[in-house]
């Protein structure tokens, strides 16, 4: 359920203070998406359920590659 | 950017399995309740790489799948009429309701439109004052605020053509039902992770200490999944039942603030029905009271309202396996009278209900 | 907890749906329920993007196509180049040289002549690239709202050489499927140039006419088995089709399908299998396994097939499916599409 999809941040648009908007890069795919509720500056990511960032996340790929699986 | 879960390192995923079959030392059954995670268990065929002591059980995760029908002939009655233009996610429009789906009626002259965002229905609205643009607004708690930022913007705007038919449920009461349930058989909870990065942890651990039961934050990737097994099951059998976190990627232990206040303040809990499951008390939301102009439910008809009761049967065993004590392949219709074409049940329409994985997968 | 069962049997639609044209299982059921036994004849037997039939000492090729592509003008080209591109490529798939093509036009009342004529112009180019003649045609106006601004209908005619033999009944365990570019750029670009989506990308439709290309490789290698173009319904449905008719087992890699960055981002975001996506330009190929290398030296000196590559293998006769190697290892059954792919949030 709840599709996500991590994003960065290309520009951020304030004009309307009750719905922050940014431009959001998905790996070439560009939208316009509500970041009303994260704390974000350009070149973060988010991640995006339905328009909306619903967290701010650290790029994936590094945070994976520093996980550690074994037990 | 390649997504990760395709990129990512079978070695990893090879460490967690020989983890996992080091611990195991009796049957466990565990469930997660999340479409994109059953999805992902059997796409990548999962449950084929743990050790045959771990049971995968497949809960109710799908809103799509567990959108009641009558909601559904409501969604139906309302973009049949001429002033209304019906919005929903694409995921919606092949849903059974009892005569016929969304896609049906829209073929015969409904306006059905599939939207990406809330958001845009908006603009729909904004675009269309004649029309009283209606978004179809299915889901849990990951995507209920997203409706209520959509309707906070309507409400900006002094739209007074926009509306929400809501058909929201939350997760926790659902687990509750499945574990006060004699039959269940369910030791073990992976939680859905976009759930939680909007609800927070805090509801699961009463929930866990109450039915002395682990729940495990999980993630989407098979990396992810593997890591909220291995995490479940040492509980497991370490005689442990506490809530983690194994999706700190994108949960935190409090969750989403914002969307939070704006579920608080816009939706109060309510008693909710389950497609194939039936009714689960206090397991959904509804707008309060003062956002009744922006409700669709004001525009439905009282003959429709009574209709509500009303419910066929049928053989489907959709509500047992969502529950866990039965399998897809259990039912005599799966892959024969029931296909994702002509899907019979919930489970087998949306992509992520539990019986389209599988037959999409196997 | 009480149990109600779910939901109630559904008869199949009584009335014609979107799904009807997504090239998948439904597509096929109208085919194989109402087209079919109909029009029952050896040649609609042929189950090809075309048919074949000899006239006098010549094997002539005969495949015809619609256009209802909306937005009409979409980055990399527009529904005039597409008509042509669509019609020459389902010849070439037959293996034959395509020499001319019909058009039928429907126009809707109000559609601005400047428009028409961008497409007319863009049709002729193609037609000049793909070496065709647009040769007879016909106009239709129907009245505003009966049409989306146009709709075009192509037929073309073309003739096989001696010694080709294209068809998906001669396809065997051992042959590999070569995919002679990148797959899913056409469905994106268009999805991304709708409104309703907004989206933005700096994809280009990737519409072409593949037949020199395919020419080229026909010249070199008479032992071809089979040609398709995977539009509509992407490369699931078409090697369902082939599978289906050649009762065939394909195993596809999933690590060697050429899926770029962007389709995959676009795919992830709004919940679509690239496998499901149309294509324009690209052609799948089954070959014998000792010919893939020479074959694909001829593709990558076309820009059309600079990516060509295999990814996948008949290993079984007298079944009919299709799998995926996933990048676990595990195998997966890749379905034809069922319904149309919606953007959806689960």
């Known amino acids: 359920m709840c599709l996500a999809v991590p ?47 619903i967290t701010a996340v650290e790029e994936e790929e590094n945070f994976y590659n520093q996980l550690s699986t074994t037990h | 950017m390649i997504p990760f879960a395709l990129t990512e390192n079978r070695e990893q995923v090879e ?26 268990i059997v796409r990548y065929r999962l449950e084929e790489m743990l050790p045959q002591e771990v049971k995968l059980l497949h809960g109710p995760g799908c809103p799509v799948c567990v959108t009641p029908t009558e909601r559904i002939d409501q969604a139906i009655e309302l973009a049949k009429r001429s002033d209304v233009i019906l919005a929903s996610f694409g995921d919606m429009i092949r849903v059974p309701g009892t005569h016929e789906d969304l896609q049906h009626a829209k073929a015969c002259g409904a306006n059905v439109q599939i939207l990406y965002t809330p958001l845009d229905a908006v603009d729909l609205a904004e675009t269309n004052p004649c029309k009283q643009v209606i978004f179809f607004a299915i889901g849990f708690e990951t995507t209920a605020p997203v409706y209520l930022i959509a309707l906070k913007e309507a409400i900006r705007r002094k739209l007074r053509n926009f509306f929400l038919l809501t058909s929201l449920f939350t ?19 992976l939680t859905a992770g976009h759930v939680c990065t909007i609800t927070g942890n805090s509801v699961y651990r009463t929930i866990a200490k109450k039915y002395r039961t682990p729940m495990v934050v999980t993630g989407f990737k098979p990396i992810d999944l593997l890591q909220g097994i291995y995490h479940c099951l040492l509980q497991l059998e ?19 603030l914002p969307a939070q206040a704006l579920m608080a303040e816009m939706l109060d809990p309510c008693d909710q029905n389950w497609r194939g499951i039936g009714r689960i008390a206090q397991s959904g939301l509804r707008l309060k009271a003062n956002f009744l102009p922006y409700n669709a439910d004001s525009l439905l008809s009282f003959i429709n309202n009574k209709k509500r009761s009303i419910q066929k049967q049928s053989d489907c065993i959709a509500g047992e396996i969502m529950k866990g004590s039965k399998h897809p392949v259990d039912c005599p219709f799966f892959g024969t009278r029931c296909i994702p074409n002509h899907p019979i049940g919930a489970p087998m329409v949306s992509a992520e209900g539990v019986c389209a994985a599988y037959y999409t997968y196997k | 907890m009480k149990t109600t069962h779910c939901s109630i049997p559904f008869t199949d639609s009584d009335c014609v749906l979107l799904a009807h044209g997504s090239g998948g299982r439904m597509t096929q059921q109208l085919i194989n329920d109402i087209f079919y036994p109909a029009f029952q004849n050896p040649l609609l037997g042929q189950n090809h993007d075309g048919c074949v039939f000899p006239i006098g000492n010549n094997r002539i090729a005969y495949s015809t196509d619609s256009f209802v592509v909306d937005p009409i003008f979409f980055p990399g080209g527009d529904i005039g180049d597409l008509a042509v591109n669509g019609t020459v490529n389902d010849l070439a798939c037959c293996g034959a040289h395509p020499f001319y093509l019909t058009v039928g036009f429907i126009l809707e009342e109000g559609l601005p002549l400047k428009y028409l004529q961008r497409i007319v112009h863009s049709m002729k180019e193609a037609a000049e690239i793909a070496g065709v003649q647009i040769v007879t045609g016909d106009t239709k106006v129907v009245e505003r709202g009966k049409c989306d601004k146009l709709f075009i209908n192509t037929s073309g005619i073309g003739v096989v050489p001696n010694g080709i033999q294209i068809s998906p009944y001669r396809v065997q365990p051992g042959d590999v499927v070569i995919c002679s570019g990148p797959i899913g750029v056409h469905g994106i670009t268009i999805l991304s140039s709708r409104e309703s989506l907004g989206f933005e990308t700096n994809l280009k439709s990737d519409t072409v006419s593949l037949n020199n290309m395919i020419e080229e490789l026909l010249n070199s290698i008479e032992e071809v088995h089979v040609l398709r173009d995977p539009t509509r319904g992407g490369v699931s449905g078409t090697l369902n089709e082939i599978a289906q008719t050649a009762e065939i087992g394909i195993v596809l890699d999933e690590p060697a399908l050429p899926i770029p960055d962007t389709v ?31 074959a694909l030296s001829i593709l990558h000196h076309f820009p059309e097939g600079k990516k060509a590559t295999v990814i996948g293998q008949v290993v079984e006769k007298g079944k009919a499916w299709v799998k995926m190697r996933t990048y676990y290892g595990g195998y997966r059954i890749v379905d034809m599409l069922s319904g149309e792919q919606l953007p959806r949030i689960c």
């Open chain 1, 7 to 53: 994003g960065k941040i290309l520009s951020i648009d304030n004009s309307i203070p009750e719905l922050r908007m940014a431009k959001v890069d998905f790996g070439g795919i560009i939208k316009k998406i509500c970041i009303q509720w994260v704390d974000v500056s350009i070149g973060d990511y988010v991640l995006v359920h339905a328009g909306v960032a």
């Open chain 2, 15 to 40: 460490a967690l399995i020989h983890s996992i079959r080091k611990i195991v030392t009796r049957p466990w059954a565990l469930m997660e309740i999340c479409g994109g995670q059953t999805h992902a």
């Open chain 2, 171 to 189: 997760v926790p009461p659902a687990i509750e039902a499945i574990l006060s349930d004699p039959n269940s058989c369910v030791n073990g909870f």
């Open chain 2, 238 to 256: 370490t005689g442990m039942y506490t809530v983690e976190n194994t999706y700190q990627w994108a949960v935190s232990e409090e969750g989403n």
């Open chain 3, 264 to 294: 995959r981002g676009a795919s992830e975001m709004l919940g679509l299998d690239p496998l499901y996506i149309a294509n324009e330009g690209v052609v799948l190929i089954c070959l014998p396994e000792v010919l893939a290398e020479q």
